[in-house]
């Protein structure tokens, strides 16, 4: 059976207010596809073929696009539609330096305003995190990887902030799947422990320390200029569309 998206079990830290569960929905499960390399930059994203794979209407694809455009992940051309943002090498270095900067702030905000609360739940997503890899599920561990920094960035109780990293992550995943080299990257949650520990132990020199060697990892498995990921829409989708074929086989 085609893999499901455990969307119900995501966090909602997709800063979208919950004006409606099918909205959120297609946001959901386009921002996933992105963040788990499942949605190659560049792809275009036509309104009539995303209506017809979520059943919705071409206006509220158009809305949901036009959030992810806000977000720096989709671009939107006059006369040419919607597609996957693909940042050239220097748009990516410049996204790359600014998610380091950011990282940096909310490592030292973290390590001030973390709750226990939020450091269990951190540990609690590492864990999960590992799970997904240990069992072989690659997209949902990939995707657990980035909620962890979009997690930190509510541990440091900053909401500029938290609308930085959300776009700066997301984009993240696109020049990672589109100019990573050799074997498919992702977080390693063993770092991310040890950033836990550093944070939890109020250690601000060690937990900056830590992220900046983490961030360092993604610049090392870059080599602007490889594209393995697919852009066909109805095969990234493909567990959506036969998700709705049964349903309305049920109904009848
Ligand atoms: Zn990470």
């Known amino acids: 059976m085609t893999k499901q998206r455990r969307t119900s079990k995501t966090p909602n830290l997709t800063g979208k207010k919950r004006s409606g569960a099918t909205n959120d929905t297609i946001y959901a499960h386009m921002f996933d596809a992105i963040l788990?390399?499942?949605?190659?930059?560049?792809?275009?994203?036509?309104?009539?073929?995303l209506g017809e794979i979520f059943g919705v209407s071409r206006t509220i694809i158009r809305r949901e696009l036009s959030q992810l455009a806000h977000e720096g992940v989709v671009s939107i051309r006059?006369?040419?539609?919607?597609?996957?943002?693909s940042p050239s090498a220097e748009e990516a270095r410049q996204i790359l330096y600014a998610r380091r900067l950011v990282e940096r702030a909310i490592t030292e905000l973290a390590v001030q305003q973390v709750t226990d609360e939020q450091l269990d739940e951190l540990r609690a997503l590492v864990a999960e995190e590992q799970n997904c890899f240990a069992r072989g599920d690659r997209g949902a561990g990939?995707?657990?990887?980035?909620?962890?920094?979009?997690k930190l960035a509510e541990a440091a109780n900053n909401a500029p902030f938290i609308g930085f990293q959300r776009s700066l992550v997301s984009q993240t995943s696109l020049i990672i799947a589109q100019y990573e080299k050799g074997t498919r990257f992702h977080c390693s949650y063993d770092e991310h422990n040890q950033l836990l520990d550093a944070i939890s132990a109020r250690d601000n020199d060690k937990a900056?320390?830590?992220?900046?060697?983490?961030?360092?990892?993604?610049?090392?498995?870059?080599?602007?200029?490889?594209?393995?990921?697919?852009?066909?829409?109805?095969?990234?989708?493909?567990?959506?569309?036969?998700?709705r074929n049964k349903k309305t086989v049920t109904k009848q």
Request: zero cysteines; proline letters at 3%.
């Open 36 to 49: 788990e390399h499942r949605l190659a930059p560049g792809t275009k994203l036509s309104e009539e073929a």
């Open 208 to 243: 900056v320390s830590l992220m900046m060697h983490h961030m360092d990892h993604i610049d090392e498995k870059l080599n602007f200029g490889d594209d393995s990921v697919t852009n066909d829409l109805h095969a990234v989708f493909s567990h959506i569309e036969v998700a």
């Open 142 to 150: 990939i995707r657990l990887s980035g909620e962890f920094h979009l």
């Open 78 to 85: 006059p006369n040419r539609g919607a597609m996957v943002a």
